[in-house]
């Protein structure tokens, strides 16, 4: 099965303070995202690559940044946190067979803003 | 972008029963539709899925059917086990290569013995 890692997986960081999440898959997928999970919205995309060099940006960008600089590794980057932002991260890769992608996602990062 | 309705949000069943979520969405250029399965403190994981060249789709005990005209689809989980308590996604997505995944807000589906 396809192996995304993330690290840290619980971190607690302080109002304006900045933060990195980072990811990394040993599965040679071009695809990589991050999704925030919260009670009552699922799982709502942030950022997400093509490959190394790219980043777009998703349906709830706004604070945050990404960083794609191999085919390995994808950051996730909030500059100056906030308590909005306490969540769970989940970075996921992607595998596109046919015409459809499955997604493997990593463990999962919870993060409290404080 | 796609908006997926996923209805209930809390699901309880007793063992050995069946257990139905329903997903709706509005993008009539979606179709593909996965289904993902979160137990608690893990990360979510492909159950099943369905194409929008077809009607339904069955892995064992897991039953997924997909109305292209009413833009709905649904999971239907027969003879339902403890292990089957889990929080459920459905979502839906449309292109080729990268694809946007679109997620309902997820089911509780609590299994009672």
């Known amino acids: 099965e396809a192996a995304v890692t993330q690290s840290p997986r619980n971190k607690v960081a302080v109002t304006g303070g900045k933060v990195t999440l980072s990811c990394n898959q040993t599965?040679?997928?071009?695809?990589m995202y991050w999704y925030r999970q919260d009670t009552g919205h699922g799982l709502r995309l942030i950022h997400y690559?093509?490959?190394?060099?790219?980043?777009e940006k998703g349906d709830i960008p706004d604070g945050y940044k990404a960083s794609r600089p191999s085919q390995e590794n994808f950051s996730l980057i909030l500059e100056l946190a906030t308590p909005s932002q306490t969540s769970v991260y989940f970075c996921?890769?992607?595998?596109?067979?046919?015409?459809?992608?499955?997604?493997?996602f990593g463990s999962g990062t919870r993060l409290t803003v404080l | 972008g796609e908006q997926v309705e996923q209805l209930p949000s809390i699901l309880r069943v007793q063992e050995r029963s069946s257990a139905s979520i329903n997903c709706t969405y509005e993008?009539?250029?979606?179709?593909?539709f996965p289904w993902y399965k979160q137990e608690p403190g893990e990360n979510p994981k492909l159950i099943i899925d369905?194409?929008?060249?077809?009607e339904r789709k069955q892995i064992q005990g897991l039953i997924v059917l997909l109305d292209k005209k009413a833009k709905r689809f649904s999971l239907h989980i027969t003879d339902t086990q403890p292990a089957d308590s889990a929080m459920y996604f459905c979502?839906?997505?449309?292109?080729?290569?990268?694809?946007?995944?679109?997620f309902g807000k997820g089911t509780s589906l609590t299994v009672i013995p």
């Open positions: 996921a890769s992607g595998d596109v067979g046919g015409r459809a992608e499955t997604l493997y």
């Open positions: 599965n040679n997928h071009n695809n």
């Open positions: 690559s093509y490959g190394a060099g790219s980043t």
């Open positions: 993008n009539s250029a979606s179709n593909y």
């Open positions: 369905i194409r929008s060249n077809m």
């Open positions: 979502a839906a997505s449309e292109g080729t290569g990268y694809q946007n995944f679109y």
